[in-house]
């Protein structure tokens, strides 16, 4: 009984609180900018700032999201009490998909714990169906900004770094090059890089990205590696990549320029392929032995044999190739001009440091299965 009434009391406690000292709250909503681009970036913060420490409020704000035109992010959401005053934060990153005049005009939900809710709480009710709490939506002060077009869909601050081998390589050994674009903006917009060489051919690597999103925008890095094995000397062709600069308010390029690969002797394809069976007779002491054979009534048995003893050899040869590959970039050349297209994905996993070790790539499918 006493403890019921120590409830009770401590029930008409809060409520007389919640009464005479009920909490206020303002919203303010701030812009970075007043005027951008389509696809810049543009930051903007909203905060809820109560009375007090607020206990009774809770609140219900996140319009992130695609709309018709622009989308928003959240960029990050934070609680504080600021001496005794209870502070709510909101951040978000909103990106023009059009040019004119936009509103950002969005709507919060308040909530606001009711006495029947503290009651249930306190006095331990457990026969309430009903959810006892008040909601009251309030309209977000209304943010415009004027967007402009560009020429470009590509929108940010960017730099272009390229890794390069040095241009001189052996024929049918892989050049490499790995190029990474650095910046802020919309890295979205950025496209696999695709080339084309008569005489020589290509490894297209997957793009990468890595991405976090800030007041700048996107900020990270966009990189993709290639390989070309060529058998005389040829021109990686120059590419640009066009982007309206933010800092310099214009249209602006990332050049790479034209390179020439000097290419030596080297191995010919002949010497790194199996050769290839001659289906054409040629008179040798073999042929001899099985005419011989034939001679003794042997004959479609003994066919059958040569047939499986020259597919053993051709195999036995690759399979010496492979063995006495000594780096992972030989054992890569060879499995590309023998079959690019069944052993592109081993190719691909050394190209991308999957596969580190030169053991573990010959103990890959289907490279292993191909001696079972």
């Not at 709309?67 to 609680?79: A, F, H, M, T, W």
């Amino acid at each position: 009984m006493k403890k019921n009434l120590g409830r009770v009391f401590l029930a008409i406690l809060i409520f007389l609180h919640a009464e005479l000292f009920a909490s206020t709250y303002t919203w303010s909503a701030t812009s970075n900018k007043t005027t951008a681009y389509v696809n810049e970036p543009i930051y903007l913060k909203y905060i809820c700032e109560f009375s007090d420490r607020a206990e009774l409020f809770s609140v219900e704000f996140n319009p992130a999201g695609e709309y018709e035109k622009y989308i928003v992010k959240n960029l990050r959401e934070s609680q504080n009490i600021v001496d005794g005053k209870k502070i709510n934060s909101y951040e978000f990153v909103v990106f023009a998909k059009t040019a004119g005049k936009i509103k950002f005009d969005f709507e919060a939900l308040m909530k606001l714990t009711t006495k029947e809710s503290i009651e249930d709480m306190v006095i331990g009710r457990d026969n309430v169906k009903k959810e006892s709490v008040t909601k009251k939506t309030i309209k977000q002060e209304i943010l415009e900004v004027d967007i402009k077009e560009t020429n470009s869909s590509l929108v940010g601050e960017f730099n272009l770094e390229v890794k390069k081998n040095e241009p001189k390589v052996k024929a049918n050994e892989p050049y490499h090059l790995t190029i990474t674009i650095k910046g802020d903006g919309n890295f979205e917009a950025l496209k696999p890089l695709q080339f084309n060489i008569e005489g020589v051919k290509i490894f297209t690597g997957e793009v990468v990205k890595k991405e976090k999103l800030s007041e700048a925008g996107e900020s990270g890095e966009w990189s993709q590696k290639f390989a070309f094995v060529g058998e005389k000397d040829f021109i990686v062709p120059e590419f640009k990549i066009e982007y309206f600069n933010t800092k310099e308010k214009k249209l602006d390029a990332l050049v790479y320029e034209a390179l020439t690969v000097s290419v030596e002797k080297g191995f010919s394809k002949e010497e790194l392929l199996d050769k290839a069976e001659d289906d054409s007779f040629k008179f040798n002491y073999t042929y001899l032995y099985y005419v011989l054979i034939f001679i003794a009534g042997f004959l479609i048995g003994k066919i059958d044999i040569k047939k499986r003893v020259v597919k053993q050899s051709a195999e036995e040869e690759f399979k010496q190739k492979i063995d006495k590959a000594k780096s992972l970039e030989e054992l890569m050349m060879i499995l590309a001009l023998n079959d690019s297209k069944k052993y592109e994905q081993i190719i691909l996993d050394i190209e991308r440091k999957k596969i580190v070790s030169l053991k573990s790539a010959k103990n890959t499918k289907p490279l292993s299965e191909s001696f079972v």
